[in-house]
């Protein structure tokens, strides 16, 4: 059993549509949870970065925690054709030992 | 503010054969990541350095890879010999410190075909 999991989609949305994303992970020691985008032949960016569980919220985009079941979420509200990417949640254990582990990556295309 | 640097971004050698690649990280960070990302897997952990120091190479395949970082700064990794299973893109990433809290920046990074 791999320590994240991410369904690699490919997932295709009309523009405007709402980008539902998920991980779920093994590791219950993990408290830092990020999701990163990542643009063809392109590193990855940070997101959204969220410490233990609970949501945030920036712009369109909303990050979940559910520590409890061990389950990850980023929703993109009112999606464009430039958010057009591969998605990659990764996480971390401890505050001094920032190791990322990540997930596979879901690869997103939103349609004009 | 000028990103982390890496080339060549593109190297194309025979199995058998060696690859350097090189990384300039964020001025004034002191953390330096080597991750390989194999098509269609998420990136995976070579080794982290703090300033000049090995803080974890426990996923680098120390019979055929290596990297240092001289003074802190710019890092290289080297594959000798190069195997068919290398193939894949190597992403050079920094961050101010090793704590949470301090988004770690990657590279565009380097990507290798080995024939």
């Known amino acids: 059993q791999k320590e994240v999991e991410q369904d690699p989609g490919p997932l295709s949305v009309p523009e405007g549509a709402i980008v539902s994303l998920n991980c779920t992970y093994s590791?219950?020691?993990?408290?830092?949870f990020m999701w990163y985008r990542q643009y063809s032949r392109k590193g990855p960016e940070l997101l959204m970065y969220?410490?233990?569980?609970g949501n945030k919220e920036d712009g369109r985009f909303t990050a979940q925690v559910d520590k409890s079941s061990k389950y990850i979420s980023l929703f993109i509200r009112d999606s464009q054709p430039s958010d057009s990417a591969t998605y990659l949640c990764?996480?971390?254990?401890?505050?001094?030992?920032?190791?990322?582990?990540f997930g596979a990556g879901t690869t997103v295309t939103v349609r004009a | 503010e000028a990103g982390v640097a890496q080339s060549p971004r593109y190297k194309i050698i025979e199995k058998r054969q060696s690859v350097a690649f090189w990384c300039n990280p964020i001025?004034?960070?002191?953390?330096l990541y080597w991750y390989q990302q194999i098509l269609g897997q998420g990136p995976k952990l070579l080794i982290q350095?703090?300033?000049?120091?090995?803080?974890?190479d426990s996923q680098l395949p120390k019979d055929r890879f290596s990297a240092e970082r001289l003074k802190g700064v710019d890092s290289t990794l080297k594959i000798q010999p190069a195997k068919l299973e290398d193939s894949a893109v190597y992403l050079c990433?920094?961050?101010?410190?090793?704590?949470?809290?301090?988004?770690?920046?990657f590279g565009e990074g380097s990507w290798l075909t080995v024939v």
């Open positions: 990433a920094s961050s101010l410190t090793g704590y949470s809290g301090n988004t770690i920046y």
């Open positions: 590791n219950s020691a993990f408290q830092y």
């Open positions: 969220t410490y233990s569980s």
């Open positions: 990764a996480m971390s254990e401890g505050s001094n030992d920032y190791k990322l582990s």
């Open positions: 001025s004034g960070h002191a953390t």
């Open positions: 350095f703090q300033n000049n120091g090995v803080v974890d």
